[in-house]
């Protein structure tokens, strides 16, 4: 069936409660969970800068920094530097689940290399991300035997949450909401339609008609009717029956 604008708008405003009514309802349960459910969730960064030699400055000596970020990204998240963090921190969690919230970011064309730390606490993302660096620092010359890594840039406390985010959250919902009301009203208008023939049928879907199926009679019905029809002919044939005399032509 065709929906025309003009007759979907008339179908909205006819069904326009219930779509407002699960509208609303969408909008405050994504509201509950962002604001109740869901835990927020804070990004704090900390930028570690890869240093060249100050007596050498060859272009080779360049590229040969820009190859260590990525190994330098890899020991930033090793379990020697998370522990050292733990540590340091006194954070109740082991090497490993803290591990879970650091993340490092690299590029090929810089020598520096970002820490991002994830976590519920504002303050303890901050905390941790500056340990990373502090300790990553610390121990880089006993790892590589270099002393060529500085902490660009500390983690500040970050005063907004990356997630969740209530109000995109409530608009997406809204609109879910209202193209599912709209969508069920079609579907409810096309359930209660009653079909009046066959031509109705050949308009709504713009298909051909092969044929229709009469219209069965119960059983006790039919037997009925058949029972009737038996007996009427066993009656015509008794009146139509002819009877010849043997032995002449003569018909009675």
């Known amino acids: ?14 069904r326009l409660l219930f779509i407002i009514v699960l509208c609303i309802v969408a909008v405050g349960i994504a509201s509950f969970v962002s604001y109740y459910v869901l835990k927020p969730k804070y990004e704090a960064t900390a930028s570690i800068l890869i240093q060249g030699d100050r007596q050498q400055k060859a272009i080779n000596d360049i590229m040969a920094g820009q190859k260590l970020v990525t190994t330098y990204g890899e020991i ?6 998370a522990e050292e963090v733990v540590r340091r921190l006194q954070l109740n969690m082991t090497p490993e689940k803290l591990l879970e919230k650091v993340k490092t970011r690299t590029s090929s064309e810089s020598l520096v290399t970002t820490v991002i730390v994830s976590d519920s606490n504002a303050q303890r993302a901050t905390n941790i991300a500056n ?3 502090e300790a990553f620092n610390e121990n880089i010359q006993a790892i590589m035997g270099v002393e060529n890594v500085v902490l660009l840039d500390r983690a ?24 599912a ?22 308009l709504d879907l713009q298909l051909p008609l092969l ?23 066993s009656r015509h044939e008794e009146e139509n029956a002819k009877i010849v005399l043997p032995g002449t032509t003569e018909i009675i």
């Open 181 to 202: 009301g709209i969508a069920i009203s079609i579907l409810r208008e096309l359930a209660e339609k009653p079909v009046k023939s066959a031509k109705n049928i050949q």
């Open 76 to 81: 930033i998240r090793s379990s020697r530097i």
């Open 211 to 233: 044929g229709t199926v009469g219209k069965l009679k119960p059983r006790k019905r039919r037997e009925k009717t058949k029972s009737i029809s038996v007996e009427g002919a």
């Open 131 to 133: 340990g990373f660096g």
């Open 1 to 14: 069936m065709e929906f025309e604008l003009g007759s979907i708008l008339k179908l909205v405003k006819r």
């Open 156 to 179: 500040k406390v970050p005063f907004e949450a990356i997630s969740p985010k209530p109000v995109f959250n409530m608009v997406v919902a809204f609109g879910l909401a209202l193209i």
